[in-house]
């Protein structure tokens, strides 16, 4: 290898350097012979000492951690269509020198502060209320000048026409010195030719519809190059403001459902492709509350339009604004807000009771199949999200959320009675164990809060209902209880089985999860119990004792199970908890039983719970270290 030396240092460097390798000097080009002059040169550019050389390079680093800035800074602007910076000022030398300091570790800081001013907000603002007041006063001009045949519809159409673009020229014309002036302006414009293209098709008929729809599209199309050449958020607002809220302004009827329609969507064609190459939330929410609106007067006002029209129209918008609350997030890998997150369940919400409000007097057998149409538009969604790879958890799981929530609106809509409990016991196991699965605290709460819901349905509805036949534990009542309480132990062992990551607090979800599981096993075998006697034939003093004694037994007997099972397993949480329900017996054996049973069942009460006790006794006391392990014995 060929090694050529610095002329400050004189140490040996490759020919490929430009630079020294040891002192940062500039070494000399290849092919030349360094001079004695050169060398002084070279000194006086890089500095003689090694202080000297370190500072240019310090001074070097500097600049390169501006550029690296203002790239970020670009590439910001770019992502997220932002565009409130400060440019920076030439640096030179001199002011590079008074902005770096170097601590005593050899750190650089930058000492410049950005500045905000205040005076831009309300300039900037009137700017575009200002305009959106010329775009309702032109409206309304024009309106007022073809009722009174001051002008007729097709003046009124080429006037709006040319005042449209002259704005537009203006915006173009000063967007380089006062931008977002400039961008109201534009937005200004592009409102106006709306509404000229919209009058001249949906209220004079003076083109057709292809040729409308044709010009429609070369406005969405100007409009999102235009915004996103300027980063112009502001101006694709005020656009889409102006364009949905033209056929209100401008005509006092509403006009033909399909050309309405037609219209709403080719602009929120527009709004989805800005909205997949720029998050801005803004344009989304107010484009999606505007189309919706648009669609919600009809459904309103007009009773005789087509319902499958209507809602052919809701559904269509709806696909196109699921597409700008997730595709910026799928296509770009960006972790959303919950900003974001709000915007696709605002967009869910509104189309749904838009649906429920149209469908639900004639066609609310159909309810069900929408929203099954829903969890399966998310579900794909989700596993879109997951085969796409480095789409953020977040975005997922949100997804996932939403197919789960609309699968719970299914659930009362299409079934009743028993199949409700077990639904929803089954996705709340499902819920806790995906929460684990996904690491997501927010899944497993979700699950977790539908268990309350299954325990009162339990109670309140399971218990008491009537099976056309009876068959003791063969019945429907029963599978439900069963389902429910399957679930319930699951979702306690997937806390038991994985819940090392969960947060502190859900630590004592696996004994309530477990309690509760108890707690109804033997609420159904009594209620199972209580019913069989009611449908004996036994005289009504027989069934009452009958009923108290099975009780007692039932109870004691539960208890020496779980006795057992805890003690097999070491777990003195089910032990304790079998007691409980002995001692619960004992209490009702002395304080009730005795009381209201005949003699004879009482004598068989006492006699049986009597004989278990001591047999329970007997094996405590042989056992003596089962009565320590439980006091000291591990969970």
Known sequence: MNYRDCTICEKPNLESNTFCIYCGAELPELGTKSTAEDTERIKEDNGTSSKGSINAIQIEVYKLRKEVDELRKNLHIFTTGDSSFIKSRPTTRSTISKQVSTSPHGQTRSTARK????????????????????????????????????????????????????????????????????????????????????????IHELIDAYLAFALLIVITLATAGLSLRYHALPLAVLAVIGGLGTPLFLNRDLPELHLMLAYILILDLGVLALATLRNWRWLTLVAAIGSYGLMGTYIDHDEGLSIPLLQTGLSLIFLIFVGATTLFHLIWRKVPEYTDLGLITVNAAIYFSLTVGL?????????????????????????????????????????????????????????????????????????????????????????????????????????????????????????????????????????????????????????????????????????????????????????????????????????????????????????LGALTILTVAVLKLFLIDSLQLDREYSVVAFISLGLLLITIGFFYQKHQATIKEFFLGRD
């Open 115 to 202: 500045i905000l001013d205040w005076e831009q907000i309300p300039g900037n603002w009137f700017a575009r209320i200002g305009g959106l007041a010329i775009l309702i006063g032109i409206a309304f001009f024009l309106a007022l000048a073809f009722d009174n045949h001051w002008i007729e519809a097709t003046g009124q159409v080429v006037i709006g026409i040319s005042v449209g673009l002259l704005f537009l020229v203006a915006g173009e014309y000063w967007q380089n010195q006062y931008r977002t002036w400039a961008q109201s302006v534009s937005g200004t414009g592009i409102a106006i030719l709306y509404a000229s293209i919209y009058a001249a098709f949906g």
């Open 359 to 575: 469908l639900e007097e004639n066609y609310f057998d159909w309810l069900p199949l929408v929203s099954l149409s829903l969890v399966g538009l998310y579900g794909l969604i989700a596993y879109a999200s997951i085969r796409r790879g480095g789409v953020p958890n977040r975005t997922t799981i949100f997804l996932l959320l939403s197919a789960l929530t609309f699968l719970a609106i299914t659930i009362p809509i299409q079934f009743d009675g028993k199949w409700v409990t077990i639904a929803l016991a089954v996705k709340a196991a499902s819920l806790i164990y995906a929460g684990f699965y996904l690491n997501y605290k927010q899944v497993r709460i979700f699950g977790l809060a539908l268990l309350p819901i299954v325990a009162f349905r339990l109670i309140a509805y399971e218990t008491f209902a009537e099976p056309e036949t009876f068959t003791l534990l063969v019945n429907s009542r029963v599978l439900t209880f069963m389902v429910a309480i399957v679930c319930i132990y699951l979702s306690s062992y997937f806390y038991l089985r994985y819940g090392s990551d969960s947060k502190k607090w859900e630590g004592i979800v696996v004994p309530i999860l477990s309690a509760t599981a108890s707690f109804f096993s033997l609420w159904i075998i009594s209620a199972e119990a209580i019913r069989y006697f009611d449908n004996t034939s036994f005289a009504e003093k027989t069934r009452e004792n009958a009923k108290l004694l099975s009780l007692s037994l039932l109870w004691a007997i539960y208890a020496v199970i779980g006795l057992t099972i805890g003690g097999l397993i070491h777990s003195k949480r089910i032990r």
